[in-house]
Structures are given as C-alpha cells and as structure tokens.
C-alpha cells in the first residue's frame, strides 16, 4: 500500500544497456525521503496510499516472522521468555 514514485536519475539510470539489451529510464520505486514510521508501530500516513487498488497492492512477503508479545504490566510482575518455536509449513502457490 506505500506511495511510489518514478525515479529518472541517479545511479540506478546509467544510460547504458541492461542484461537484457534495454537501457533503464525510470525505475519505480516507494518513496524515498519519506519514513514508514513516524513512532514505534505506527504508521506514517503521508507514505501510505490508501486509494490504491487492489491489483496494484502486494503481498507481504519475507523470511521472517516478527512477533511482538505486549501486556499490561499493571501489577509489575516480571516476565521471562527463555526460548520461542514455531511449527509452520511452506506454501508454494
């Protein structure tokens, strides 16, 4: 859902072929002077584009799980994690 832009120079574009025989013009990108986040878990709203459609947004796809455990420590008990598993499966679709 981020914001994209059209970038025409710089190192990307060096006005010679390719390996596929094609000399690069523009290369589309998300934005590039703009952060994600603007605080800890959340989201700047000037790099987000929510009026994109449906068939222009990507999946999220990485190797990597983040998992972010968050309680009410109102009675100040303290909390160890010693280890963490996870049982998952690929999927190729």
Same mark, same amino acid.
């Given at each position: 859902?981020?914001?994209?832009?059209?970038?025409?120079?710089?190192e990307?574009?060096?006005?010679?072929?390719n390996?596929?025989? *094609?000399?690069?013009? +523009?290369?589309?990108?998300?934005?590039?002077?703009?952060?994600?986040?603007?605080?800890?878990?959340?989201?700047?709203?000037?790099?987000? +584009?929510?009026?994109?459609?449906? *068939? +222009? %947004?990507?999946?999220?796809?990485?190797? *990597?799980?983040?998992?972010?455990?968050?309680h009410?420590?109102?009675?100040? +008990?303290?909390?160890?994690? *010693?280890?963490?598993?996870?049982?998952? %499966?690929?999927?190729?679709?």
């Amino acid at each position: 859902m981020a914001k994209t832009q059209d970038i025409r120079d710089g190192e990307l574009i060096t006005g010679t072929e390719n390996v596929a025989g *094609y000399i690069t013009t +523009n290369v589309t990108s998300h934005l590039q002077d703009t952060t994600m986040f603007i605080d800890e878990g959340v989201v700047n709203p000037d790099y987000v +584009n929510v009026s994109k459609e449906w *068939y +222009n %947004r990507r999946k999220m796809v990485d190797h *990597y799980l983040g998992v972010r455990l968050i309680h009410d420590n109102s009675n100040r +008990n303290l909390v160890h994690l *010693y280890a963490v598993g996870t049982k998952f %499966r690929k999927s190729y679709r």
